[in-house]
């Protein structure tokens, strides 16, 4: 089994930063894939990036490309979102995804381990 646990959200202003954490424990399954997620009140689930196990392929959708970066340190099974010039609409509950074989995807049917979410309020 594996834990994730999203850390790091709060409220920002308009074209403010925050970092999210997530932090994985239990079994890490090679050439796995993580990603992160958000829902905002009243809508889907949606993709927001991804990133493969050796750090590479990082796909981001095309609402956050150019704002938002993930990184992920395999040492200390982490890994990070660093939004930048964030926006009202960016306001969700943001979750950590965990894919425990190898491939990539963009739904949420398409990972297995999920964190509890941390939430994101942009506004003035």
């Known amino acids: 089994q594996v834990q994730l646990v999203e850390s790091g959200g709060g409220l920002a202003q308009p074209g403010g930063s925050l970092t999210l954490s997530c932090a994985a424990s239990?079994?890490?399954?090679?050439?796995?894939?993580m990603a992160w997620f958000r829902q905002a009140p009243g809508k889907e689930r949606e993709f927001v990036v991804s990133i493969r196990w050796d750090g590479g392929s990082p796909a981001y959708s095309d609402s956050v490309k150019g704002r938002f970066a993930i990184s992920r340190d395999n040492a200390n099974d982490t890994v990070d979102l660093q939004m930048n010039s964030l926006k009202p609409e960016d306001t969700a509950v943001y979750y950590c995804?965990?894919?425990?074989?190898?491939?990539?995807?963009?739904?949420?049917?398409?990972?297995?381990?999920w964190g509890q979410g941390t939430s994101v309020t942009v506004s003035s």
């Open positions: 995804a965990l894919r425990s074989y190898y491939g990539n995807s963009y739904v949420p049917n398409g990972y297995n381990y």
């Open positions: 239990g079994r890490m399954f090679d050439h796995n894939s």
